[in-house]
């Protein structure tokens, strides 16, 4: 049973270009979250989604961050015109339908690595 | 708010025992997780409290005091390969959906021979 998947595991970028990152949940999941751990700093929530749709966006930073979840493929995390600050750890994680408390646990994947040049 | 607190670095010796403390403060409380990060790698599982009390899980327990907005991670029996970051989350609720996890900035535990 294979785990959460992320790719690519390190992307380089220069300023200006765009960054998709890829994340495919483990299998029976249905919701997905990303999460972004800047150097020396904590994990910080970025969106929650199901399939096609958006629950939760309220750590999205307004600009150039898209992220979507669609009927087929996996997740991608998009950041238009990559600025040195946004060089960090990006992690996914999946979980199962919630239970009916609306709580599920949550499985990491491996994380892709951004730097912007 | 939302504030989660734990210690920036620990280290202890093989063999010992260790305790991680985490307090909270957010707005919303719907459980408590505690995640191993080696470094470069995927935050993995390590305990859950809802409840307040201890959950012992072979070398590792947590405890939680939900009045006191309080928890702490006891890793038994150190050994080397415990050597990582340790992370308190809070998962928060957000509508109808209560799954978002609020992390502390993780503890680094060195365990030295």
Known sequence: NAGVMQNPRHLVRRRGQEARLRCSPMKGHSHVYWYRQLPEEGLKFMVYLQKENIIDESGMPKERFSAEFPKEGPSILRIQQVVRGDSAAYFCASSPLLSTSGTAEQYFGPGTRLTVT | ?113
Not at chain 2, 83 to 109: E, Q
């Open chain 2, 1 to 113: 708010g939302q504030n989660i607190d734990q210690p920036t670095e620990m280290t202890a010796t093989e063999g010992a025992i260790v305790q991680i403390n985490c307090t909270y403060q957010t707005s919303g409380f719907n459980g408590l997780f505690w995640y191993q990060q080696h470094a470069g790698e995927a935050p993995t599982f390590l305990s859950y409290n809802v409840l307040d009390g201890l959950e012992e899980k072979g070398r590792f327990s947590s405890f939680l005091s939900r009045s006191k907005g309080y928890s702490y991670l006891l890793l038994k029996e150190l050994q080397m390969k415990d050597s990582a970051s340790y992370l308190c989350a809070v998962r928060d609720r957000y509508g109808g959906a209560t799954n978002k996890l609020i992390f502390g900035t993780g503890t680094l535990l060195a365990v030295q021979p």
